[in-house]
């Protein structure tokens, strides 16, 4: 679907992109905490929880307040733990570098590059 | 955005931080100039000048918004909802507009896969400043 050419310097932007330090101390972050196996567990089990809840209350059924609890306490545990939390805070400096790199394709275009390459409904975007 | 970018700014050489700069401006020039965005281009004209289907987005926007502060029947609303889209669907140049957006939203979407391989992180998702492509 692309041409050679656009295939070419959307990876040497991809490549410039990931020099950056934001990027470097993310990618760091995020190894550590795919290697930390109490981190892994954590998440899956965050992820397993609100996956069940969701789906019980779009079938309707009203959640006890303690499992809402239980999923807030949680959530609490998964964001608190340092491997987690230092991956989320690493997260948050590549944020703000990537939307002002975009910015640069969104000037060329007039249009934002990343919500169209996200695009999910035209009758909310005309 | 909680972070200011100011926080951020680059330890690599200047030259680096130039390169990302210039290759993102390089891909916006080339993607403007692609098939699929003139006619998306072409299409969101046609869409704007036309009054049929700015009339119903207008509407579509006051049901939706309705809807979002809970006013009027839940059901009724989502019903209007229904019927202000499937007659903005039976519109040509609505119908035109979005074969285009998906046709852009599909090579944009190839690109930032390219570039979010390269990257190693996902690139349009984290660039994302709103929910909306437009620009507004």
Sequence with gaps: MLTEELRTTA???GEA???HEAVQKYLKASADCTADAEAVDFEDRLLALYAELTSRQ????TLQREEIDVFHALSRQVYEHPRIAGREAAATLVKPYFAEIADEINLQLGVEFAALAQATDAEERA | MSTPSAAISPVLPATLQQT?????????????????YQA???ALH??????DVQRLLASTRE???ALQRGQGDALEQRAALETLRAELRSLPSFCTYRQAEE????LFHAVDEAVSRAAGVAFARNARRSGCGCGC
């Excluded at chain 1, 779009?58 to 059924?61: C, D, S, V």
């Excluded at chain 2, 046609?46 to 009054?51: I, K, L, P, Y």
């Excluded at chain 2, 046709?103 to 599909?106: E, K, P, T």
């Design chain 2, 46 to 51: 046609q869409v704007n000048r036309d009054a």
């Design chain 1, 58 to 61: 779009q079938r309707g059924e």
């Design chain 2, 63 to 65: 049901r939706t918004l």
């Design chain 1, 17 to 19: 992109l990931r020099c």
């Design chain 2, 20 to 36: 990302a700069a210039e290759a993102a401006r390089a891909l916006g020039i080339l993607l403007f100039n692609t098939p699929e």
């Design chain 2, 40 to 42: 998306y281009r072409q």
């Design chain 2, 103 to 106: 046709n852009v939203a599909g």
């Design chain 1, 11 to 13: 990876r040497a932007l």
